[in-house]
């Protein structure tokens, strides 16, 4: 495997100890290089100099927490990957994450696996929950199903509920051009009509709605990949 082919991670925690035990493993993996860890201090700077495919995010941050940093980060390079490892199954700022942008939420104790599993699926492009958080997550959104019954989807235009499934698999713009045939920019602006329509936030939430409204079949948890 070449440099190239390998998934590119920058990993942030601000707990030294776990933070350079996890890049270390990491960097063990064949298919995985760990561009730079770091703490929260400094991390978007680093973030413009490296440009990682994907950033593991810890969910323990304090200043900024993770959610805000996180938004702070897609707001810098809006293409970009971001998986929250979290440290608790209480699933406690499951939504906020995913709201942020975040497309993937780990769990920091999960098997090795397991992880480089969801890392894989997560730097593809796929939402990725841990699998005892995934129904959490389509709880959460239970008030988009109840609000869908205002009629907001039906507003959608054929092209863009086919759009709005695409978006549910997590892919990017780019591939949603070259799955329908359109030009990126004409994606690009369905996909924000679709926001506006469904007065959602960001991709991941769009993706979370496609999920309960039995668009597709489900948001992948780890355990299952």
Avoid at 110 to 126: F, Q, R, T
């Amino acid at each position: 495997m070449t440099e190239t082919d390998k998934i590119s991670i920058l990993l942030i925690d601000d707990k030294e100890v776990f933070r350079e035990g996890l890049a270390r493993i990491l960097d063990e993996q064949g298919d995985i290089e760990v561009v730079y860890q770091c703490s929260s201090l400094g991390s978007l700077d680093r973030i413009q100099v490296t440009k990682p495919q994907l950033v593991l995010l810890s969910s323990t941050l304090s200043d900024p927490d993770c959610n805000e940093l996180a938004e702070k980060i897609i707001e810098l390079v809006p293409d970009i990957k971001i998986a929250i490892l979290g440290a608790s199954e209480s699933g406690d700022g499951l939504y906020d994450a995913m709201e942020a942008g975040a497309s993937g939420y780990l769990m920091k104790d999960m098997k090795l696996d397991d992880l480089l599993k969801s890392i894989s699926l997560v730097a593809k492009g796929e939402v990725v929950v841990s699998a005892p958080l995934a129904k959490k997550l389509i709880d959460e959104f239970g008030d988009l199903r109840s609000s869908s019954k205002s009629g907001y989807e039906e507003n959608l235009s054929e092209r863009e509920l086919e759009i709005l499934k695409l978006l549910g698999k997590g892919i990017t713009n780019r591939e949603i051009a070259e799955t329908l045939f359109i030009t990126e920019n004409t994606a690009k602006v369905h996909v924000k009509n679709i926001l506006d329509k469904l007065r959602l936030r960001n991709r991941q939430q769009a993706a979370a709605y496609a999920v309960q409204q039995g668009l597709i079949s489900d948001i992948r948890g780890s355990a299952e990949v």
